[in-house]
């Protein structure tokens, strides 16, 4: 009995002192693990360190991704424009550089923002969004050809320029939308301005090398030797790029021996000549008249 009385009187003083306890209740509900507010903070809200428990979300330093909903300061939204024909358009005429950002997926607008980047939207370059998109599948009415198109305008550009499925990806491009450089949100607005100074050096290499093969393609035509003129042609093509002048030539010139090649076909597949359509066959092979050619054998046989 003594025992118990005693216990009972420890447990008075405790509570006097404010120590009977571990937890303590808070203003707005719930109990605190310190005695009181001013230690601590509570589940709920209420006290005044509570405040100083919440981390206030990570503000980008040109590129990457914020933590937590942020305010963004206009003066750091790049001038985003949509990819169209008549911003790819504008972009030629100035010979101005694009810049082109894949969002990752659920990116907000801090993702790819300050104010150097939005400064270098102004004049340096043109700056496009693209929606993010996780297809890449290639459409199943697409109609193949060896003649490179826009990846900028297709109706896939994400699957096109090969970017990764959630990756945030910026391309550097030139004037046409062909690529000349490849990297992600966390660049420096000083490396990506860089990047973009370059650009016009690697048009010219680019268009130099192709108008080589070029030439090399008009010799051929020109000594109706179309097997080899097409060799040089289609080795253009493989570079994937559009809009410079020397692959622009490249296409009219091939366009003009596959329209000659396609009335040859007609006259054979007249004549039935399977001996010559074949022998043609090898001569356009891997070309956009194959097709045809397959198609006028398969009537003769």
């Not at 507010?37 to 589940?43: D, I, K, S, W, Y």
């Not at 199943?140 to 550009?157: F, I, M, Q, R, Y």
């Not at 399977?274 to 066959?281: D, H, Q, T, V």
């Not at 891997?286 to 046989?301: F, G, N, Q, R, Y």
């Amino acid at each position: 009995m003594k025992y118990s009385c005693l216990s009972m009187l420890m447990l008075a003083l405790l509570a006097i002192v404010g120590l009977s306890s571990p937890l303590s209740a808070c203003p707005n509900g719930g109990t605190s693990s310190t005695a009181g507010c001013p230690n601590g903070g509570c589940p709920n809200g209420g006290c005044p360190n509570d405040n100083k428990l919440k981390r206030a979300p990570a503000q980008p330093a040109n590129g990457g991704q914020a933590r937590g909903p942020v305010a963004l300061d206009p003066k750091g939204v790049p001038a985003w424009q949509k990819a169209s024909t008549d911003a790819v358009e504008s972009a030629a005429a100035e010979e101005r550089p694009i810049v082109i950002y894949f969002p990752s997926e659920e990116a907000d607008d801090s993702e790819f923002y300050g104010e150097e980047l939005a400064e270098l939207s102004k004049a340096d370059a043109l700056f496009i969004k693209m929606t993010y998109t996780a297809d890449r599948e290639a459409s199943p009415w697409a109609e193949g050809s060896v003649v490179p198109t826009s990846k900028l305008l297709s109706d896939n550009p994400a699957r096109d320029y090969n970017v990764a499925v959630g990756r945030a990806t910026v391309l550097v491009c030139d004037w046409f939308g062909n690529e000349c450089y490849r990297t992600d949100v966390k660049i420096k607005a000083e490396k990506l301005s860089t990047m973009i100074g370059k650009v016009k050096d690697q048009v010219e290499d680019a268009n130099d090398k192709l108008q080589k093969n070029l030439d090399k393609a008009q010799q051929f035509v020109d000594s109706a030797d179309r097997k080899n003129a097409m060799k040089y042609l289609l080795k253009n093509f493989k570079e994937g790029l559009v809009g410079l002048g020397a692959q622009e030539d490249s296409i009219r010139l091939y366009h003009e021996v596959m329209d000659d090649a396609r009335a040859e076909v007609a006259k054979l597949a007249a004549a039935k000549d399977s001996e010559a359509l074949k022998a043609l066959a090898k001569e356009f092979k891997k070309t956009d008249v194959e097709k045809d050619i397959d198609e006028a054998l398969s009537k003769l046989s």
